[in-house]
Nanobody, 123 residues
Framework: QVQLVESGGGLVQAGDSLRLSCAAN????????AGWFRQTPGNEREFVAL?????????LYAASAKGRFTISKDNAQNTVFLQMNSLRPEDTAVYYC???????????????WGQGTQVTVSS
């Protein structure tokens, strides 16, 4: 069982940056791929980024995140980060961290989820 806790969301202006964190309790994070997803009211969870179990170069980004967001992983701290730069109003959503034993861009493949953190970007 992996328990995930996100933090770092908030209200920012367009063009600002935020760094989201996802701390894993329980099993060590280096056995799991980690993904970030986001969700707006009335919509399904949307893939944002993922990183491989061992971190490093094994990353994948949604087109909307590429070039602005960076996912990273500190296995020693059992934490995954999402650095978000040049934020836009359309990035406003609840952001969720998820863990899986293999990589996937589909939310339904992930068995472990955090509670989510709200990111609001004003214009």
């Amino acid at each position: 069982q992996v328990q995930l806790v996100e933090s770092g969301g908030g209200l920012v202006q367009a063009g600002d940056s935020l760094r989201l964190s996802c701390a894993a309790n329980g099993r060590t994070f280096n056995r799991y791929w980690a993904g970030w997803f986001r969700q707006t009211p009335g919509n399904e969870r949307e893939f944002v980024a993922l990183i491989s179990a061992f971190g490093g170069g094994g990353t994948l980004y949604a087109a909307s995140a590429k070039g602005r967001f960076t996912i990273s992983k500190d296995n020693a701290q059992n934490t995954v980060f999402l650095q978000m730069n040049s934020l836009r109003p359309e990035d406003t959503a609840v952001y969720y961290c998820a863990a899986h034993t293999s990589g996937s861009t589909r939310a339904r493949d992930y068995p472990y989820w955090g509670q989510g953190t709200q990111v609001t970007v004003s214009s």
